[in-house]
């Protein structure tokens, strides 16, 4: 048997996550983590041969976990959870790690578990690919975008990208609502975007880019679309038809 825990800090995500592992008789499952630090301390405890590690967690993420792990003597194997982390995706597939992409399907966890079976048999270099992985995803990181400087009253105002709220278009202008006030952008919705790319920024509509970190409440609308009631802003951002099937997988909506 392979003994494993689910590390995720949604119940109803761990819950589909025991269900769709039922069907393999090889797989036990051993503990379950609702954060980080806590699956540091199962781990350490369970000693479990495999992890389904959600990568956005509160208190500490899920690849800090690992870095965690792979520092110390018993390294299990990691098969990464994940919504919409782009970066740590081409990551994976890089580094030949495998990774699930909510929602999960049956088809696709079939196929992670057959890849975390050889790996379980012959794991001799999985310890130096992981550490490649949590080394390119580092890299990733240091790539990523610091400030996004915009304009009010004729000056420039730096912001940090975990501050903009959603991104519009109003007339020719770009306009960014942040937690500091509405400001306008030189750069175009396209390439604030681009340049997002590795952030929680997700584009619902041909007009919106939202910080889904930001989203308060998801009201049904009509053709089976969705409106968006984000924190701090009246704004009902919509949710385009083209968009709709990626935001569902995004925000877990069966």
Not at 8 to 20: C, G, I, N, T, V
Not at 38 to 51: G, S, T, V
Request: net charge positive; hydrophobic share 40%; with cysteine.
């Amino acid at each position: 048997m392979i003994r494993c825990i689910i590390v995720e800090d949604e119940m109803p995500a761990r819950e589909e996550m025991k269900y769709l592992l039922q069907e393999f008789d090889d797989i036990d499952i051993v503990g379950e983590a609702t954060h980080g630090l806590e699956a540091i301390e199962l781990i350490q405890r369970l000693k479990p041969d495999l992890i389904f590690l959600d990568i956005k967690m509160p208190k500490i993420s899920g690849i800090e976990v690992a870095e965690h792990v792979v520092k110390g003597e018993y390294v299990p194997l990691i098969v990464f959870v994940t919504a919409f982390d782009q970066f740590a995706i081409k990551a994976f597939e890089v580094n030949a790690v495998d990774y699930l992409l909510k929602p999960i399907s049956k088809e696709r966890l079939k196929k992670a578990i057959e890849k975390v079976k050889e790996m379980y048999y012959s794991k001799a270099d999985y310890d130096d690919r992981l550490e490649k992985l949590l080394r390119f995803i580092k890299n990733e990181k240091r790539k990523e975008i610091g400030k996004i400087s915009v304009y009010k009253n004729g000056k420039l105002i730096p912001l940090d990208p975990g501050e903009i709220i959603y991104i519009t278009v109003e007339g020719r202008s770009t306009i960014i609502v942040s937690t500091k006030g509405k400001f306008e952008s030189n750069n175009t919705l396209s390439q604030l975007e681009k340049k997002l790319n590795t952030k929680n920024f997700f584009r619902s509509h041909r007009s919106f880019l939202i910080n889904l970190d930001y989203i308060e409440e998801i009201e049904p609308w009509f053709n089976s679309t969705y409106r968006i009631k984000m924190k701090y802003s009246k704004e009902k951002i919509p949710v385009s038809r083209s968009q709709v099937k990626e935001f569902r997988g995004i925000m877990n909506i069966s």
